[in-house]
């Protein structure tokens, strides 16, 4: 049995090491996924491209080159939005993705010196397409070095509400009220995502993440759907874990996690501290789930302002990140060869950028990962 559960699970690769993610094979289990757009004449596809801030332009610059060198056959329709960019540019964004399904971006900065009225445009993307579950894959990675080793942790946010719900006011002068807005059907769909998934990817245990010892009422009701959830799943171990706790635990012996799930700031948290286990948010790429759509980016969402137009980010992220969206559209053996190509390439020191330790460039490594590409 024990055999059988870790060849299943070499199956479940959908952001780093293997040719595609596990559900690929599981038609059962693609309920909780998005269908992928169908290809148009000639087998090509039309993916929404929306480059963000900070460093995503240039990242999304050598995405489009390496998909060149690998004769991805897709093409983008680039639409731009940036942080302070109006609504109707947002928009035409999300316009552009129901027209085509699936897209990948980079991160639009959120400026928190703009009025209140300033709706973060990341944050209007995910609710106007209801992009409810946020998915990443938190996976030590060969030729990295990190305090950890063994690290293989899927985390499922909820997207949609939360803290993130974006409702404010000022009761009185010095006072403001910010609401947490937690519902039963939410909680119970990103719940059973999470265990669909388990189950999918052969995984043995979920945990859900919470803080109701405190707020008794809203963690409360999303930690009693996922027990009523989890009782529709004998086969998969259930336990529950204070957030608090949950990020000490994870600095300490990240390798008790298997499957993850949690409302929306928690996973915001967890999310970036599993970044940092691993090496960091130039590693770790993300996808955003809903029932329609798909939008792939980083897994962290940082925009990476500091370095960017200085030739010196991780281009590993975005990367994976694309080859994540090729397995959604069922570009398996694309995607596959350009994430070989990735972890080849971080096989060599001289590859990797100052985020991990190194001394290289973004264009040294895309170069590298471009050699590492089968000549046509």
Not at 57 to 83: I, N, Q, T
Not at 131 to 156: F, K
Request: net charge neutral; with cysteine.
């Amino acid at each position: 049995m024990a055999a059988a559960l870790a060849a299943a699970r070499r199956l479940w690769v959908p952001a780093v090491l293997g040719p595609r993610p596990a559900w690929i094979s599981h038609d059962a289990e693609r309920r909780h996924l998005p269908p992928p757009p169908p290809a148009k004449y000639g087998g090509r596809h039309t993916v929404t491209l929306i480059p963000g801030d900070g460093i995503g332009p240039e990242l999304m610059l050598h995405v489009k080159e390496v998909f060149r060198h690998a004769c991805v056959p897709v093409d983008f329709e680039e639409v731009r939005v940036s942080a302070e960019a109006p609504e109707d540019d947002v928009h035409n964004a999300i316009m552009a993705i129901r027209r085509n399904g699936v897209a990948l971006k980079g991160n639009i900065e959120t400026n928190h010196n703009l009025p209140p009225s300033h709706k973060s445009r990341n944050n209007l993307i995910r609710t106007s397409l209801d992009l409810y579950a946020n998915v990443i894959h938190c996976q030590s990675l060969p030729g990295v070095e990190t305090r950890h080793r063994d690290i293989d942790i899927l985390i499922v946010r909820e997207n949609t509400e939360g803290e993130y719900s974006s409702l404010e006011h000022e009761s009185v002068a010095g006072v403001v009220e910010s609401l947490k807005i937690i519902t039963a059907g939410r909680s119970r769909r990103i719940a059973h995502y999470a265990f669909r998934l388990a189950r999918a990817a052969a995984r043995r245990s979920v945990t859900a993440v919470h803080k109701a010892n405190i707020m008794k009422l809203g963690d409360g009701l999303f930690l009693q759907c996922c027990q009523e959830v989890a009782a529709e799943y004998p086969e998969i171990s259930f336990r529950s874990m204070i957030v608090d706790n949950t990020t000490m635990q994870l600095v300490s012996r990240p390798q008790q996690f298997d499957v993850m799930v949690m409302p929306n700031l928690y996973g915001n948290i967890v999310n970036n501290v599993c970044a940092g286990l691993v090496g960091g948010p130039g590693l770790v790429p993300g996808a955003n789930y809903g029932h329609d759509y798909a939008v792939f980016e980083t897994a962290t969402r940082n925009t990476g302002k500091s370095i960017a137009n200085r030739n010196i980010a991780n281009p590993t992220a975005a990367l994976l990140a694309a080859c994540m969206m090729l397995d959604h559209l069922r570009l398996h053996n694309h995607a596959s060869t350009i994430r070989q190509a990735v972890l080849a390439s971080l096989d060599d020191p001289r590859t990797h950028t100052p985020d991990i330790g190194g001394q290289g460039t973004t264009s040294g490594a895309v170069q590298s990962i471009i050699s590492h590409l089968p000549r046509a």
